[in-house]
């Protein structure tokens, strides 16, 4: 500690019933050397435990008791068994110590009981030195002692003093030694006594002077300790009946009422747990008394250190049992009005507060967007729907949203406050249950901006926009400073003496050492000239500074700074306060010439037209994601039905997952669920490829090209790799969407899955672009009918997975489907989350209707693919009873080169009968390349043959792009 003063602490000791400890010890302050006698006085016949904290002993005695001696694990221990009601030891011991070993209380020896924590009595005697050296020299020594009775003699060079404490305590206080003057400051029951030095004078008077203002505001608690001592010391540190404050560090009358207040709590109350005590500290401290709480959280959650994180564990917990009656309660608790068993019990404190160390956990990580922000002012009313209550029609005007929420390090369900930029203030709460929340708000119509958590009640993570970038910021979080030649160490040295007395973790750097600085989780101060990537002019005249935000670490701020001379300089930090929460101020002779306000947004701000973007570099290959795939048991894959790139992508990724998982199940929305034996056939190898299709009535209800699909469904045959057919009949989805549910037979409306129509906004929306894009209306359908069909496909298609998985739990499952089915995990995704509480994954491929940072876990651009397609003949058919009529044949198509015409029937292809457009799909499905195209017709009265042998199985690419269902 500074000023060569000393300090002696003893550390925690126990006893049965009340026993009396006499010491009588001198000091040697030159040769650090202790040297006394310790006797014991015990009123009980129990087993106790001498700890001789390291002493040498040279003599011991013991009246009606058996004692040995034996090596503890870190020091010597004594063995002590009273044989009668009465009584003791008598231990002269010397030793050598450290500052260490005084300040942890290790220099005296002290009795703790076996098993059984009890107080004793003690009284102390001491001599030592009246001057600093054994020459006489030096500052006077004075000593302090919290105790009921102190006495002091001065004779012959030495200072004697006794101090006695008729007070049981579990604790023996420190003795205070050193060089100090002592001013007190009264506040109720509590004597603080300022432990003052010639170097420390000024800022301990000003605490003390701040401090004066507080006392009646602390003055309802009662104290254990009459007397607590105050001073500077090596580190922060709270010792009984001592506050040892940090040298290179500024405090405010606030933060001493919390280091009190933790004192308390620690040595005169005795809880458990730390977190609890530091917490409450400053819960009932800075918490209580600062000017604006608001402010004082945010700048707990920039530091995120132990404080923060004790703070916000009694914070949010005394909001979720009732503040009010919490604090009535805290307070109650400090002044004895009610004991601490009984405040421990009310809340079940030992459940919610672990004992022992503080140990941190991370913050919640809260991501938010506007999915959909829409003006409404229209009469609601919704289709009945079979199993669901009717509703009510609803007139509503103003601004609808949904807002999507994902929380990071989520832990358990909270509360989030959710304020509106509106002349109506609107301030409002939900509950998040789960990590990821979809939610629905109505706004005034003059709301335009939302903010998340206004008032700082949540313990997690500061957006960047939140972040005030000011010197105050820059000195809360690690901090190197960066000159660029030492030469300038002079003219920037006041700047760094202010810097160090505000953050003990400043670090300088020259020029030559700067690499890599900005991948440092630590704040950066660029002196007298900015990094080359930086293109800041800074001023040639007087002080400048300026604060941008770190561009790798939000929460972390770079600076840069010049001055013209030291005078400019040390003028400009003389009136820091002026503007100490300034972004960027230029100061020139002592005045400011500009100056511009860091102004942070006061919760997470989300406006509806927010631009979203991605980091290139950041982008990561199929191979770099699949390891981040293993954890989650449902993976689905969003594809462009016709794009080949996208199925190549999946049986890429389903084969690297069969590696590692061959337990493996591959759902299909292009096999409808009523197919579920034929698929299995087809898996099994009992039926031929071709076989498969038929009975799957594959052309009449998927329609797109087999060949897109093919290998896929010929590698999960080859490899016995389950498949499951997830979709709702074609014939069934049909009706709904012509004639809506109520047009249902009992027996349809059973194959119906557990359906819940009051989906996300967002998703209806969407699907209102879908519907309007491909002019459903012209069939005679509504989009009410047309959302209802395609939610039922999503419940059905989450069902049959989740019954799957529910009798196979050990299997992990890939899903092909439709990317419109799961974008921003709306649809099938959403239909899967309320089902399972298992890791669900979502992966697009290829480009997006709109980017938003939900619209999937990952987006994929797989390369182009080429593959041969199925001919296509180019004819509009109709289907009669001779075969297959031609209404249309397209110029420059396949069929105009055979020599097709309109009114010609197609009877066979290649000797095979032709009576439905499927069968001609099937046909040239599997029609090889070099294999000659007959095709029988009828033309007008007559049959003939016609012959074409061409390369007709061109290789081709992705078509134009189809629609996403």
């Known amino acids: 500690m500074g000023d060569s003063s000393l300090i002696l602490g003893v550390a925690k000791v126990y006893a049965a019933q009340p026993p009396q400890i006499f010491y009588e010890v001198s000091l040697d302050l030159d040769k650090r050397v202790i040297v006394g006698k310790a006797t014991f006085k015990f009123f ?24 040995q001696m034996e090596e503890g694990a870190k020091e010597y221990l004594l063995t002590f068994f009273p044989s009668s009601a009465e009584s003791s030891l008598e231990l002269s011991f010397e030793r050598t110590f450290t500052l260490r070993a005084l300040l942890e209380g290790e220099y005296l020896p002290t009795p703790f009981p076996y098993l059984i924590n009890n107080p004793f009595t003690f009284e102390l005697k001491i001599s030592l030195p009246l001057r600093q050296d054994y020459k006489g020299r030096g500052a006077l020594v004075k000593a302090f002692f919290p105790a009921d009775f102190y006495q002091e003699a001065v004779e012959d060079g030495l200072l004697f003093l006794k101090y006695i404490n008729k007070s049981p305590v579990s604790i023996l206080p420190p003795l205070i030694i050193g060089p100090y003057e002592r001013e007190t400051l009264t506040a109720g029951s509590l004597n603080l006594n300022f432990l003052i030095t010639e170097r420390h004078r000024r800022s301990l008077i000003s605490l003390k002077n701040g401090l004066s203002k507080l006392v009646d505001k602390v003055a309802y608690i009662s104290f254990s300790f009459p007397n607590i001592y105050l001073t500077y010391g090596l580190e922060e540190q709270i010792l009984p009946g001592l506050i040892l404050l940090t040298v290179n560090r500024e405090y405010s ?25 530091k917490g409450l500290a400053i819960y009932l401290g800075e918490h209580e008394l600062t000017p604006n709480p608001i402010e004082f959280r945010r700048r707990l959650l920039l530091s995120q250190d132990e404080r923060a994180y004790s703070f916000y564990r009694v914070f949010e917990f005394a909001q979720r049992v009732g503040e009010s009656g919490f604090k009535a309660s805290a307070m109650e608790f400090l002044s004895q009005k009610v004991s601490a068993r009984d405040f421990v019990k009310k809340y079940r404190l030992e459940e919610n507060f672990p004992q022992g160390e503080i140990k941190v956990l991370p913050p919640k990580e809260i991501k938010a967007q506007i999915i959909i922000y829409k003006n409404f002012s229209h009469l ?18 103003g601004h609808q949203m949904e807002l999507y929420l994902i929380t990071n390090n989520f832990s358990s369900p909270y509360e989030l406050e959710v304020k509106a930029s509106s002349s109506q203030g609107v301030l409002s709460r939900i509950k998040v249950l789960s990590k990821e929340e979809r939610l629905t708000l109505d706004l005034p119509r003059d709301a335009t901006t939302i903010y998340l958590d206004p008032n700082y009640k949540l313990y997690r993570m500061l957006s960047l926009e939140e972040v005030p970038r000011n010197m105050e910021t ?16 002079p003219l920037y040295q006041p700047l760094l003496n202010f810097l160090r007395d505000r953050n003990p973790k400043v670090k300088l750097l020259y020029g030559e050492d700067k690499l890599d600085l900005f991948s440092t989780k630590e704040s950066l101060l660029f002196l007298h000239q900015a990094p080359p990537n930086y293109f800041i002019d800074l001023p040639q005249k007087g002080f400048y500074i300026r604060f941008l935000p770190h561009p790798n ?23 820091y306060s002026n503007w100490k929460t300034a972004e960027e101020v230029h100061i020139t002779k002592g005045k400011i010439g500009s100056l511009k306000k860091s102004v942070p947004a006061t919760g997470i701000t989300l406006k509806s037209n927010t631009a979203y973007g991605l980091k290139p570099q950041y982008l990561m290959s199929i191979d770099e994601a699949i390891p981040h795939l293993f954890s989650s048991q449902i993976i689905l894959i969003g594809e462009e039905h016709e794009d080949p790139a996208h199925h190549k992508f999946q049986l890429d990724l389903i084969k690297r997952l069969y590696q590692q998982f061959p337990k493996l199940v591959i759902g299909v929305e292009m096999v409808q669920r009523p197919f579920q034996r034929e698929l299995d056939d087809f898996i099994n190898g009992k039926i031929s490829e071709e076989s498969f299709l038929k009975s ?3 052309f009449e209800r998927w329609g797109y090209d087999w060949r897109l699909y093919r290998d896929v469904f010929l590698w999960a045959r080859e490899n ?3 498949m499951l057919a997830l979709d709702l009949p074609k014939e069934l989805v049909s009706k709904v969407h012509k004639f809506g549910l109520q047009s249902l037979t009992e027996k349809e409306t059973k194959e119906l899955p557990e359906t819940d129509f009051q989906l996300s906004l967002g998703y209806k929306r969407y699907l209102e672009t879908v519907y309007s894009q491909h002019k459903f209306s012209e069939n005679n359908s509504t989009f009410d009918r047309f959302y209802q069909a395609q939610v039922l496909r999503d419940e059905a298609m989450a069902e049959t997975l989740v019954e799957f998985l529910s009798k196979n739990p050990d299997y992990k499952a890939i899903v092909l489907v439709g990317k419109g089915h799961i974008l921003n995990r709306w649809g099938l995704f959403f239909a899967l989350k309320k089902r399972v509480k298992q890791p669900i994954l979502s992966i697009i491929l290829g480009e997006v209707p709109f980017f938003s940072p939900e619209i999937g876990d990952y987006v994929f651009q797989p390369p ?27 110029p420059g198509s396949l069929a105009e080169k055979i020599g097709l015409k309109r009114e010609d029937v197609i009877l066979e292809i290649n000797n095979k009968r032709v009576q439905k457009v499927s069968d001609l799909k099937l046909i040239l499905t599997f029609l090889e390349d070099d294999e000659i195209l007959v095709i029988r017709i009828k033309r007008g009265n007559r049959e003939e043959s016609l012959r074409y042998k061409a390369f007709i199985n061109k290789i081709n690419g992705a078509q134009a792009r189809a629609p996403l269902f």
């Open 44 to 67: 009980e016949k129990k087993l106790y435990l001498i700890n001789l904290s390291k002493a040498r002993i040279t003599g011991i005695s013991a009246k009606n008791a058996l004692h």
């Open 253 to 277: 009358p606030q933060e001493i009422v919390t280091l009190v207040l933790e004192h308390e709590l620690s040595y005169g109350r005795q809880l458990s747990s730390q977190t609890l005590i």
């Open 380 to 397: 609601s009313q919704t289709e009945p729907q079979p199993g669901h209550p009717e509703t009510t029609p609803s007139r509503t005007s």
């Open 474 to 489: 820059l000195i809360l979080k690690p901090l190197t400073v960066i000159l660029p030649d030492r030469g300038l160490l």
């Open 553 to 575: 670490f939000p929460l972390h701020t770079i600076a840069f700074a010049k001055t013209e001379t030291v005078s400019e300089l040390t003028k400009a930090l003389e009136f």
């Open 696 to 698: 799957i009535e594959y």
């Open 720 to 722: 016995k790799v389950k």
């Open 864 to 890: 182009e693919v080429k593959i041969k397609r199925t001919p296509q003949l180019g004819v509009v058919l109709e289907e009669v009873k001779e075969g297959l009529l031609i209404k249309e044949v397209k």
